[in-house]
């Protein structure tokens, strides 16, 4: 196998490289048997969004589910903004509430439960 790398990189040949996925939240590496993914929308052709944990899964839905509305007053979306920003920080630092249970009161009060 090595004759043949040190062939092809003479000759100019590159082999293609595997990609190594990561999670789309925190960024480590993920294993692709491992990988917790979601579809991202758009396309039914459209590539899936890879997460390490279902957790990290949470955050990104939670923060999605915590945007306002473009119709929404400069208050609330600077608020707002406050709110996510700080969540980001303290789940990517591993602390804050539980994201599943954001997500949830997030949906809750989008649908005026």
């Known amino acids: ?10 000759a100019g040949t590159r082999f293609p490289i595997a990609p190594s996925l ?6 480590s590496a993920v294993d692709d048997s491992a990988a917790v993914r979601i579809r991202t929308p758009g396309g039914h ?7 390490c944990s279902s ?4 955050c990104v839905l939670a923060l999605g589910a915590l945007n306002p509305s473009v ?6 979306l600077e608020r707002r903004t406050l709110l996510t920003d700080r969540l980001l ?9 539980d994201p599943a249970l ?5 949906e809750r009060a989008r649908l005026g439960r």
């Open 1 to 10: 196998m090595e004759a043949r790398l040190a062939a092809a990189s003479a």
């Open 22 to 27: 990561s999670c789309s939240f925190c960024k």
């Open 45 to 51: 052709n459209r590539e899936l969004t890879v997460f």
């Open 55 to 58: 957790r990290c899964r949470d």
């Open 71 to 76: 119709l929404s007053s400069a208050g609330f």
């Open 89 to 97: 920080e303290l789940w990517r630092d591993g602390k804050g509430p």
């Open 102 to 106: 954001v997500l949830m009161a997030a």
